[in-house]
């Protein structure tokens, strides 16, 4: 199977070099050249368009920053969609709206081609290894088809259920990722005021009750002092901001993400769109007069599990 993949940034450039790493007939396209140019080097093809990528490739993969930039790339007239034929496979995998990946699913069918949606979650330290978990919505003998694909790109992989599914799944996923990075902010704040050792109350959160995720990963770039997560602070505010339309389009009374929302707003107004998600602790150091610096932790994540072959869960 040919694979074309659009989006050579953050997460989707090491998505893509993972499937470069392991022999797949792989065509990029991004609007930077220096990333295209890094992905024909290491022996990608490079297409002119979205729409003559689409033309030369089986499966399609969108991995791109909003669902505005998305929409383009499948919609211009030199898109995705005016290359697509019969039996031809989009993957979108950047986190977006299920209403918007249904709306695009729609036009894709049009065209005899299938549509799917292919989020990731799970850090892009995890993401430059192949060990980055996928969940796949649309129809499950496509899923089977690309499993062989999802599984050097990712390591666990789920089978949602219909297309959208795994869009929302995976805002729900990052709500509760930004509500415990707000969380920690606070939590770091007391730990620092009361004058505990930093390196141990990391420790300790690690094996309590507390303990989560996103203070296994973000928590050692906040000690750090780097912040980098690789993930910024606008992408944060639009991932919750789809939390928080879709509880409202279903009628559901929130008392949480509001507040999120706001927080990282806030965040996203005082240190740009482009600052990484876990700087948004700093308004609390700011707010308190203080740092939450600690020795030993790295500037930024690395995998350290071996890469192996995923499987689905």
Known sequence: MKIGFIGLGNVGGKLANSLLRNKFDLT?????????????????????????LAEQTDLIITCLPSPEICAEVME????????????????????????????LGKLVMDKKAIPMDGPVSGGCHRAATGNIAIFVGGERNSFEKILP????????????????????LKVITNYLASVHLAALGEAWTVAKKSNLDLVKTYKGIAVSSGNSFVHETESQVILNGSYNINFTMG????????????????????????????????????????????????????????NFRAEGFPSELIDKEPEEKGYEI
């Open 28 to 52: 990029v396209r991004d609007v930077e050249k220096n990333l295209t140019n890094d992905f024909k080097n290491k022996g990608a093809k490079v297409s002119n368009s979205a729409k003559e």
């Open 235 to 290: 992408l944060v505010v639009k991932d919750t901001t789809f939390f928080d339309h879709l509880a409202t389009k279903l009628n559901v009374p929130l008392e949480i993400s509001p507040f999120i929302v706001k927080i990282f707003k806030d965040g996203q107004k005082k240190y740009g769109p482009r600052a990484w998600s876990s700087m948004i602790v700093k308004r609390m150091e700011e707010l308190n007069n203080t």
């Open 149 to 168: 694909i999802l599984r050097v790109m990712g390591r666990k992989i789920l089978h949602t259920g219909q297309l959208g599914t795994a869009s929302i």
């Open 76 to 103: 211009s007239d030199d898109g995705v969609i005016n290359g697509l034929s019969k039996n031809k496979i989009w993957l979108e995998m950047s986190t977006t709206d299920e209403s918007e990946v249904k709306r």
